[in-house]
């Protein structure tokens, strides 16, 4: 009774009735907004005894893995609560981006207008290039202050230098297949489910799908007939992509979240 009694008392304390499913910084997610399990995992899981050596010679080129227990980022997930960040960064112009492959429309509004509009769950109907959500693009001087507080992995690769993107999208949103550099990810907030497939080993996808588009109807075939990656990572966790690693994400819940592209 007594367990029972302090149950409730955090979820009010968290959101102030029962219905949200889980208390994550406030960015609340109910039970009907889950629209994708969290799935396999394949993906190798490591923890912070993994030297940059090992990190050099088993993954930095050839294959992803999952850090778990890597730098302390506590203070960071608190600065990007809900209530914190919009207190801050309310009013300041967010650039988003469409969700389909290979080009991009822009949309600009304030973060508080980006919350209250576009932090539905994903409608698995609307196409990529009718679907924007804020990721990276922004500028970086004006929430300096706030990625000035992350602390970034701690492997590198010779001869590159690290830069930050960060995020806020909603649940079934997600980035559809691409490519690009190397790179850490990390859920601040939020799960988030990752596919990828070897750089020679382009997956079936059509351009302007959005990721939950494409598991809903690729997604069970793909798996069966080619060498997919995937897991689902999970606040404080952060996955490590290799240079030109075919990629796409699908938010489980209402999510923060934020990468570490590595440059030459």
């Not at 050596?53 to 050839?62: H, I, M």
């Not at 649940?171 to 790179?183: A, I």
């Not at 999970?234 to 994400?249: C, L, M, N, Q, S």
């Amino acid at each position: 009774m007594i367990l029972v009694l302090l149950l409730t008392q955090v979820l009010l304390t968290c959101y102030g009735n029962l219905k949200p499913y889980i208390c994550n910084g406030g960015w609340t997610t109910y039970p009907d907004d889950v629209l994708v399990s969290p799935g396999p995992c394949n993906i190798q899981i490591r923890d912070s005894t993994l030297s940059q050596d090992e990190f050099l010679k088993s993954y930095a080129y050839t294959e992803p893995f999952i850090i778990r227990d890597g730098a302390n980022n506590d203070l960071f997930r608190a600065l990007t609560g809900k209530e914190e960040l919009l207190s801050r960064y309310g009013e300041y112009i967010v650039r988003l981006s469409s969700a389909n492959s290979y080009s991009y429309d822009k949309k600009d509004m304030t973060f508080t207008e980006y919350c209250d509009k576009h932090l539905y769950p994903q409608n698995k109907y609307t196409l990529g290039n009718e679907t924007f959500y804020m990721f990276g693009d922004n500028d970086n001087v004006e929430w300096g202050d706030l990625l000035n507080e992350y602390n970034i992995p701690s492997y590198n690769l010779p001869r590159h230098s690290p830069a930050l993107s960060f995020g806020v999208a909603g649940p079934g949103s997600g980035v559809p297949f691409h490519f690009h550099g190397p790179g850490f990810a990390e859920a601040i907030h939020g799960r988030k489910r990752w596919f990828l497939t070897k750089p020679d080993e382009k997956p079936v996808f059509h351009p302007n799908k959005t990721t939950l588009q494409w598991y809903l109807e690729d997604y069970p075939t793909i798996r069966k007939e080619m060498n997919l990656y995937e897991c689902t990572i999970r606040p404080g966790e952060a996955i490590y992509f290799p240079d030109k690693w075919w990629h796409a994400t699908l938010n489980l819940d209402t999510s923060v979240f934020i990468s570490t592209f590595l440059s030459p």
